[in-house]
C-alpha cells in the first residue's frame, strides 16, 4: 500500500480514471438478484470482506509511508467470482480509509495494485484452468490458487516500484539491486495463504467456490469400460 503523498497528482488521477470505469462495470456485471435471494451468498460476501479488511490490517508500516501487508485477493475471487471480489475489495478499503489506515487520494491507485491486479490475474488463469478442462484436482489448487497468487504478488510489488520511480518522490533504497532475493520472502506466503485457503474450501466446502467445477473434478474417475 502506497501513502498518497509518495504519489504525483498525475499518478493519482491516473489511479481513479483506471480504477472507477472497472469498479462500475463490477457493479454492472454483479449477480445482485442472486446475492438478494441466497442468504449464503451474503454471508460469503460479509465474512469475505471482514476478512479481507482484517488481514489488510495486520501490516507493517514505513515511516516513508509505504506498507506492507499481504494482499488475500486471489482467494476472495475464486470464492466469489470477479465482480464481487472488486466490490468487495473496494468495501475493505473504505473500511480502511474510515479507521484512517489509507488515504482517501490514493484509493485509486492502491485499489488498481491491491484489487484490480490481482483479480486480473486470477481470473486469467482461473479461464485457462477451465478452458484446459483438467480432471487432476490439484491443477485447479495450484494453477488458480498458488500461482495466482504468486504472480499477483510479484506483480503488483513491481509496479508499485515502478510507480515510485517513474514519480520520483519516493527516494529509492540503495540495496534495490537486492530487491531480488526478498521477492521470494513476499511471493511464497501470499502463495501458501491463499492457496492453505483454497485447498481447505476444496475439501471442506466446494460449493462455496464459483470457479470451482464440481462435477468435473470431484466425479468418479473414468475406466476403460466408460470410454466404449
Given at each position: 500500500m502506497i501513502g498518497a503523498e509518495l504519489l504525483s497528482p498525475q499518478t493519482l488521477v491516473v489511479g481513479w480514471l483506471i480504477y472507477v470505469p472497472v469498479l462500475a462495470w463490477a457493479a454492472w456485471r454483479a449477480p445482485w438478484v442472486e446475492l438478494f435471494t441466497d442468504s449464503r451468498r451474503q454471508h460469503l460476501l460479509f465474512g469475505?470482506?471482514?476478512?479481507?479488511?482484517m488481514l489488510w490490517l495486520v501490516r507493517r508500516d514505513f515511516d516513508t509511508g509505504v506498507s506492507y501487508h499481504f494482499i488475500g485477493m486471489t482467494a476472495v475471487t475464486l470464492l466469489l467470482d470477479w465482480p464481487l471480489a472488486m466490490l468487495g475489495g473496494l468495501i475493505a478499503q473504505l473500511a480502511l480509509v474510515l479507521l484512517g489506515r489509507q488515504d482517501?487520494?490514493?484509493?485509486?491507485?492502491?485499489?488498481v495494485l491491491l484489487v484490480l491486479l490481482p483479480v486480473l490475474v486470477t481470473e486469467c488463469c482461473a479461464i485457462l484452468v477451465e478452458r484446459a478442462q483438467p480432471r487432476n484436482l490439484f491443477v485447479y489448487i495450484f494453477c488458480s490458487g498458488f500461482l495466482a497468487a504468486a504472480l499477483s504478488a510479484l506483480l503488483c510489488l513491481l509496479l508499485g516500484l515502478g510507480l515510485l520511480w517513474y514519480d520520483g518522490v519516493f527516494a529509492m533504497p540503495y540495496w534495490l539491486s537486492d530487491f531480488i532475493g526478498y521477492l521470494w520472502l513476499i511471493i511464497f506466503p501470499e502463495a501458501f495463504?491463499?492457496?492453505?485457503?483454497?485447498s481447505a474450501l476444496v475439501v471442506f466446502s466446494p460449493e462455496w467456490l464459483e470457479t470451482f467445477n464440481?462435477?468435473?473434478y470431484l466425479s468418479a474417475p473414468w475406466k476403460d469400460d466408460d470410454k466404449s
Open positions: 469475505t470482506v471482514l476478512a479481507l479488511f482517501m487520494v490514493a484509493l485509486g491507485v492502491n485499489g495463504i491463499n492457496g492453505m485457503v483454497i464440481r462435477t468435473r
